[in-house]
């Protein structure tokens, strides 16, 4: 009963185009959602994050976009680079203090 | 600032034993979480303390895990007769407080052989 699913486990993606990470939750209670990047032998860093009274935040060259009636966002990010190649995780704020993870996208990024 | 940082980096324990995993928060938050990650999956919650309190321990597995924060900042996770499915990647998360930021260590790697 995964709440928080990520449903492409990897994406690759040429330098300068646009990457695009999708999330589908399934507790239309959930308010507030987080996007975290993670590097090989690091904890996650916190990239961007969206409440539920938007649809759209950005942050340079990263965007996350909230559909609340497809229970759905997803995280843009143009142009991408190589370092961007990483594992993102979509989470999702519960009770205000646990997050819930999603499985987690690999994202490539090749010149 | 210093970061979260987690003590040891790895461990490798035998089946049976006894082990604990040192969190230090970043210096003024108030709140602090324990994840566990297994191979393949996302962070799963295993506990909140505010302070010096556990205020949310509804993810801990069972009774042999248990975490102690006595002084409100260091908080140290403590797992009895390990078995070989605890092995995983556990991550340690402070924030200013509740609702604030969660900020990550680099994660304590258990193996158990």
């Known amino acids: 009963d995964q709440q928080v699913k990520q449903n492409s486990p990897s994406l690759s993606v040429q330098e300068g185009r646009i990457s695009i990470l999708n999330c589908d939750y399934t507790?239309?209670?959930?308010?507030?959602f987080l996007w975290y990047k993670k590097y090989p032998a690091e904890g996650p860093t916190f990239l961007i994050s969206?409440?539920?009274?938007?649809d759209k935040n950005e942050d340079g060259r990263f965007t996350v976009f909230l559909n609340k009636s497809a229970k759905h966002l997803s995280l843009h990010i143009v142009p991408s680079q190589p370092g961007d190649s990483a594992v993102y995780f979509c989470?999702?704020?519960?009770?205000?203090?646990?997050?819930?993870f999603g499985t987690g996208t690999r994202l490539q990024v090749f010149p | 600032g210093a970061g979260v940082s987690q003590t040891p980096s790895n461990k490798v324990t035998e089946k049976g034993k006894y082990v604990e995993l040192r969190c230090d928060p970043i210096?003024?938050?108030?709140?602090l979480y324990w994840y566990r990650q297994s191979l393949g999956q996302g962070p799963e919650f295993l506990i909140y303390?505010?302070?010096?309190?556990?205020?949310?321990d509804s993810g801990l597995p069972n009774d042999r895990f248990f975490a102690v924060r006595p002084e409100g900042s260091v908080s140290t996770l403590k797992i009895q007769r390990t078995e070989r499915g605890d092995s995983a990647v556990y991550l340690c998360?402070?924030?200013?407080?509740?609702?604030?930021?969660?900020?990550f260590g680099p994660g304590t790697r258990l193996l158990v052989l």
């Open positions: 998360a402070s924030s200013r407080d509740r609702e604030e930021t969660q900020y």
């Open positions: 507790n239309s209670m959930f308010d507030y």
């Open positions: 969206i409440s539920s009274i938007k």
């Open positions: 989470a999702v704020l519960y009770n205000t203090d646990k997050l819930i």
């Open positions: 210096s003024g938050h108030t709140a």
């Open positions: 303390f505010q302070g010096t309190g556990a205020a949310d």
